[in-house]
């Protein structure tokens, strides 16, 4: 065996941009060529990105992958192995991975394991492989495979039994709390129980709704991580193979990053993205005193820095004093652009306008709705003047039960809290302020009492349960999937869990019309949880 | 061979209501036995109904249907031929077919063919079926299909092989322009081909965005017509067969719908569908006096029926006065009530409410959307305090090129129009209007040229191409998947291509929040068009 060196390209793709795409993956190729690699593997379906969508569907895709490999040609004296959309002569279209060295492409393998559950939906597009791939180069033997291949026992047996030294998966594996160490235990176990070394490269980069953590790594035949590259940045990491002792050397391990640090670094990234990608100077957002919006200023300005957030303070006859303190307060800390705007007369002016509908009629969520909207209409106009983008403010648990005004407070471009529970959220919040010297968030917005402020003296547990009981209701019957009998079985309360899951029942009409939001969560609305807007399910069994 | 009589249940399940479903089903093999049916069809998955989406994922789906056989089981002397949710001892999940005699299955048929495509997404649910299912009943042999295994000459072949005299096939096809006939065509050349006779029973029923359009029919090994029931109802329809001539007697044909009165039929039924079944009283819409809200007032009307709808004109500064005088002759003439809010009021103080932020920035599309967003809220406000459900009246055409204002025009809870082209909105006017004494829509509405109204004689035509050309470009880029220089090779001018293009593929963001609407295209937004926002696709090739 020979010494030779592998690279990690943790590549975030512009999605559908092939042409982009393609000039980015040769620069890190020659960059990887640089620091003396022999190989570069990048991650799956890394000239169109994922996922791309019905955009797989269109006809140029194939006319556009022949320009990207005719691109790739160019690149000299380094094996690179990416993926992409493989159209054959008789017409199938597969998810696959080329390996290519000096412009002779050496091999094709066809991803074999079509994920269609949870947010995937790859047998809308693919057809699936049948074949493994083995080339030898350096005197060592590699495989590949492609994602969820890497998940299936079977697939990996049939490879590890053709005498392969290294696996090389390419992937685009979603993150989700805990997933990063949940991929390097199982990766871990199958490295050696098949005694193979494993080399596992992941998309990084929001997109849309999906965050890709990157966190990339790889591993020896003994199961031992060689390294693991950072997570949610664009990073290339180098594996070293010494022909004496016929190992990996084992890199110094930087310390995991622990949950909270984890989310909310991966929330920070898909802001960021989706504010940038999305072509948008900045962002507006409206500061309401309460922690929601608190901390997505904090994340804002993480993602985006300070000179791109401008905070608008929306008060009306309801809102406290110490809301419009504090909001002033975070506004102050950060120093980001923050102004006031009242919303009295635009809400007398709709009352005005409805009194020859409404008469007498007693007030009721009407106008409350009224106000969240007056907000709304007041963030929008100020985003259609100037430029920058809207973000939601919302939370998982409001948006799960309905707490939340359609056109009001759920405006905007990008819910950054979307798939973020309100027990989270205060976790969340104190972590962000555990990290600088002073703190970003006012204290009293973390230990205040919950209040939408739309009514006299109004709190959220006025009309829901507190929130760690309301959030592990909802875990139970989103996440897991828990019927409302098991639920009432694990000692809640049987006339609150009735009431929650009455409520996330009938408010799929406004997460249906709901902003897109970055999902940290095994079970997050819309792309994973589709469920009906007319059904006639019933709760209880 | 002996006499007997075939029942086909054109069947509108309440999707996810199993329980509902099944006493329905009891109901019309009731019914079919007091005709003397000795065996009745039902459609594709009839307990559960179709789509059922991630509703099938719960656990109690399984003993759910279970309970649905206890109680199917109690009904005698009819065949009943169901389809169900098959959930086996091994754990797999399939799509299948029932025949239940007297409480006893005497077959059981799992879809070989799932589809995965368009708007389908059957691979996420379910395992297919490899096995054909033949039952012999009353000297006659029976095969049993559902729904996209017919569509598979393989799979219709290997049955017709097993010496089958007639396939009972369960559908839940979804509607779109010409499909009735299609389906028809289709089968009915397979019917002839094949020498087998061929009963095609559909759900029917709108379904969120889904139009189930029954038509539902049965043909002989001639390929002949033996009936066809009508379109957008529920109905039992009966095939008699004569063993003397051993032959199913041909009934008088229904003249075939034509295709405004098809499309129209539909969206009545699609309407009234979801607003009955999400449990509204009622209907409230924004009548501007344009066109588009004209005839969505006019379904709404013929789906609900006057007293449920109630219509709101709410002019500005820019509205014509003919616009005011149509809206009220229209309300007028359909007998729905009418009010009028001016929103002058309304969109002043969000003005003076913004001065110390915009200043003397000029106007722009931001006091435009002012406008928009103020009806919006007007109309949201009026929902919540009286309940009734707002319609959307924008078309395919605005959608299509972000024409039109979120939060604004673009508010409620169903978008009667969402998949109608605007050529296509003229066509179905003038329709309405042909099929009563007195014209429903003023004869003003339907010829003046559109206008949005939203600043001084603001004409449609001042931003976008004349609708004729404009709807024949989306037609081609989203219904034909047509790159922008092979529409730009039919003759269209270059600039006006390239601008549609890039107003479609820049305004997903507003289509992802968008409200529902029935899909009466080969390509419908949203669950059939699936695009990522956040995309670097360049359009051309």
Redesign the interface.
């Given at each position: 065996m020979k010494n030779f060196k592998i690279a990690l390209a943790q590549f975030s793709p512009?999605?559908?941009?092939i042409?982009?795409n393609t000039l980015k993956m040769i620069e890190q190729a020659n960059q990887a060529k640089a620091e003396k690699a022999d190989i570069i593997i990048f991650p799956e379906l890394s000239t169109i990105g994922y996922?791309?969508?019905?955009?797989l569907?269109?006809?140029?895709v194939k006319?556009?992958t022949q320009n990207a490999f005719a691109e790739l040609a160019q690149v000299k004296d380094i094996v690179m192995v990416f993926g992409f959309v493989h159209h054959t002569e008789d017409g199938q279209r597969l998810n696959s991975a080329a390996v290519m060295k000096d412009g002779e492409v050496l091999g094709i393998y066809n991803k074999q394991n079509l994920p269609?559950?949870s947010v995937f939906?790859e047998?809308?597009y693919f057809n699936e492989g049948h074949q493994h791939l083995v080339f030898e180069y350096l005197e060592h033997k590699f495989g590949v495979l492609i994602c969820e291949d890497i998940w299936n026992i079977n697939t990996v047996q049939q490879l590890a039994q053709l005498n392969v030294d290294s696996i090389l998966v390419l992937n685009a594996s979603p993150y989700e709390v805990g997933k990063p160490q949940h991929r390097v235990a199982t990766m871990a176990a199958l490295a050696k129980q098949f005694r193979i070394n494993l080399m596992y490269t992941n998309q990084v980069g929001g997109?849309?709704d999906l965050i890709f953590d990157g966190s990339s790594f790889a591993l020896d035949r003994e199961g031992q991580l060689i390294f693991r590259l950072d997570s949610f940045q664009e990073q290339l990491g180098y594996a070293e193979f010494d022909a004496e002792p016929a190992s990996f050397k084992i890199q110094a391990a930087k310390p995991e990053l622990e949950t909270m640090a984890e989310i909310y670094q991966g929330l920070v990234m898909a802001t960021r993205?989706?504010v940038q990608?999305?072509g948008f100077p900045g962002v507006i957002l409206g500061l309401s005193g309460g922690i929601d919006s608190a901390l997505t200023l904090a994340i804002a300005v993480d993602a985006l820095g300070a000179d791109k957030v401008q905070a608008v303070m929306m008060p009306y006859t309801y809102t406290a004093q110490i809301s419009i303190e504090d909001a002033a307060e975070q506004a102050k800390n950060l120093g980001v652009a923050f102004?006031v705007?009242?919303?009295h007369?635009?809400v007398?002016?709709?009352m005005?306008?409805?009194y020859?509908?409404?008469g007498n009629?007693p007030a009721?969520?009407?106008e409350e709705?009224?106000q969240a909207?007056?907000r709304?209409?007041?963030l929008?106009?100020?985003s259609?003047?100037f430029g920058n983008l809207v973000l939601s403010t919302g939370n998982k648990s409001e948006l799960a039960v309905g707490y939340c005004t359609?056109?009001g407070d759920m405006?905007g471009?990008f819910a950054v809290l979307k798939d973020v529970y309100k027990t989270i959220v205060f976790e969340l919040a104190k972590y962000r302020n555990s990290i600088s010297e002073t703190p970003v968030i006012p204290e009293r917005v973390i230990t205040r009492p919950p209040s939408a402020e739309l009514r006299p003296d109004q709190k959220d547990q006025d009309s829901l349960p507190a929130y760690d009981v309301l959030d592990a209701i909802l875990y139970a019957y989103i996440e897991e999937?828990l019927?409302q009998n098991e639920i009432i079985a694990r000692g809640f309360d049987a006339k609150v869990v009735e009431k929650v899951i009455r409520l996330v029942d009938t408010n799929e009409?406004k997460r249906?019309?709901?902003?897109?939001g970055p999902r940290i969560s095994s079970r997050a609305f819309s792309r994973e949880?589709?469920?009906?807007?007319?059904?006639?399910?019933?709760a209880?069994?």
């Open positions: 512009h999605i559908g941009n042409e982009k996922p791309a969508e019905d955009l569907l269109r006809a140029s006319a556009r269609n559950y939906d047998k809308r997109q849309d993205d989706y990608r999305s102004g705007a009242e919303i007369n635009v007398n002016s709709f005005q306008t409805l020859p509908f409404f009629a009721d969520a009407t709705n009224l909207r007056s709304g209409m007041l929008m106009a100020l259609n003047k359609l056109y405006v471009g999937d019927s009409y249906k019309q709901g902003v897109i949880r589709r469920y009906p807007i007319v059904n006639g399910w019933k209880g069994i």
